[in-house]
């Protein structure tokens, strides 16, 4: 084997190796999830992940699309616009939902800021929806709600 295959196949082998990686940050756990929402079958991806093969360019056009560091899987290079794996499962969760659920998202996110300078433990959250917000144990020591009403004196 020469020394130009002999790259040629370790490239490969990064480029699968930068893959993987790239699908664990997007919440994929096996090679058969990601293969079954890519249309491929895990032995496929499995060859890519293990530089047997390298994807083309519609597979990778495709991953980008679910956010993705393309530039990465074929640089090892990463993009500054890379989202973060919050912002990456805010997108997911978003793409899941029906129309009238996305609508309600961007009403909450838009409307909803932090009051006051940084630090500050004021919520605001403003727009034309109903607003419920629930979750686990919140501490409210200190915590008090305006509901936009006149201030009595």
Known sequence: MSTDNKDFREEKV???S????ERARLGYKSQ???GEVMGLVSKTQGQYERGDT???????????????DILYIITGKRVSGTLSEDEHTLLQSYRAMDEQGQKASICLITGYHTAGSEGSTSVHIAGD????IS???????????????????
């Open 32 to 34: 058969a999830a990601i």
């Open 18 to 21: 930068r893959l993987q990686e």
């Open 129 to 132: 929806t109903a607003q419920v």
């Open 14 to 16: 990064q480029i699968g």
């Open 135 to 153: 979750g686990g144990q919140v501490n409210q020591t200190g915590a008090s709600i305006s509901t936009g009403g006149r201030r009595r004196r």
């Open 54 to 68: 390298v994807p083309d360019a519609a597979y990778l056009s495709r991953l980008a699309e679910m956010g993705a």
